[in-house]
């Protein structure tokens, strides 16, 4: 039987994995170096600032925290002026706060499972966090000088801190979050993404790839189909959260072997108060038997290893090991 690790190298490189991988079962990530999400509140009834400065609140009710964008809140009051605005978060370098990490890390098999850093938000995240969405959409039209200067800004503080974080534990995965569109449609035209994004994740990606890092897993729940061929360009070997909005069989079609497929299970219509065994399995068998053994990854869409409603994660992982039974 094949390692974890093994099972999907061998996936994503169509050779003749011996199981369907489960989910984010490859990828042993390290929270304890994700320094640079320090402030976004994780449970329901918090507000906090991260170090960017952005405001954070998590309603009762919701699923996750979002940023606050009133007049007192918002980091970027004008794009043209960001300079006055915007301060690189501190990264700390002391031994006593890496500590956690490395432990972490050095317990880790390397030949069982990726030692994974994990890193969000992302570049074109950040630009919305701190100006809202519409104003920074707007922005890559109106300003897209001070646009090209504020993702330049916040690309080398990701660079400063993969420095840092390869030097301390040593990764030999990456697991990016950047959410690049909605359910049906990128937040951009190729042309304006490959002008705003491509360059800053080159650096960002190749940095990696040239410091040890295998694997570069990226998270965007969305459509991006059309943004496929750049993410190739980018240096990325699994788009993760990829919906079914994105044709997964054709994209599998066109261009597996160069890239791979990580998602499938829509978390929307399976990660719910009323979620059932029998939802679940229809939806990973249909996934399975239609996206195929080679170059995808059964796996809810949303960025991490757990589901909002208690079993959910749990009950895809049971079933994909049925499709294993079935399929393999």
């Known amino acids: 039987m094949l390692t974890k690790k093994q099972n999907l190298l061998e996936t994503i490189k169509g050779g003749k994995p011996d199981r369907f991988v489960k989910q984010y079962e490859f990828l042993n990530m390290i929270f304890e170096a994700a320094f ?25 009710g919701q ?5 606050v964008h009133d007049e007192e809140h918002t980091v970027i009051k004008d794009i043209t002026e960001w300079k006055k605005y915007v301060k690189k978060p501190f990264i700390p370098t002391d031994d006593e706060s890496w500590a956690p990490a490395i432990a972490h890390a050095n317990a ?6 990726f030692i994974t850093a994990m890193y969000a938000p992302g570049v074109f995240e950040m630009t919305h966090h701190m100006m809202g969405m519409e104003n920074a959409l707007i922005a890559f039209y109106e300003e897209p000088e001070a646009m090209h200067e504020l993702i330049d800004y ?9 420095e840092i974080l390869i030097d301390r534990i040593h990764p030999d995965a990456l697991f990016h979050h950047d959410d690049w569109g909605s359910q049906i449609s990128s937040f951009f035209s190729p042309e304006m993404f490959n002008e705003f994004f491509v360059p800053a994740y080159k650096k960002i990606y190749g940095y990696y790839k040239a410091n040890g890092v295998e694997l570069v897993v990226h998270h965007s729940d969305s459509y991006a ?3 496929v061929p750049t993410m190739i360009e980018m240096g990325i070997d699994i ?5 079914n909005t994105n044709n997964i069989p054709a994209l599998i079609k066109t261009y597996g072997g160069q890239i791979s497929f990580m998602g499938g299970l829509h978390s929307g219509e399976l990660d719910f108060p009323g979620w059932s065994s029998e939802i679940i399995a229809k939806d990973v068998a249909r996934a399975c038997k239609a996206n195929g053994k080679s170059f995808y990854i059964p796996c809810i869409t949303h960025g991490g290893a757990m589901s909002h409603f208690p079993g ?3 009950e895809i992982d049971q079933q994909i090991d049925k499709m294993s039974k079935e399929m393999f």
């Open 225 to 227: 189909a059309n943004l």
């Open 108 to 113: 880790i098999d390397r030949n069982e499972e």
């Open 239 to 243: 788009f993760q959260g990829v919906m």
């Open 154 to 162: 916040i690309t080398e503080f990701e660079l400063e801190f993969a």
């Open 36 to 60: 640079p999400m320090a402030g976004i509140p994780m449970v329901p009834g918090l507000t906090s600032k991260d170090g960017w400065g952005v405001t954070w609140t998590f309603m009762e």
């Open 312 to 314: 959910v994660y749990e």
């Open 63 to 67: 699923i996750g925290g979002f940023p």
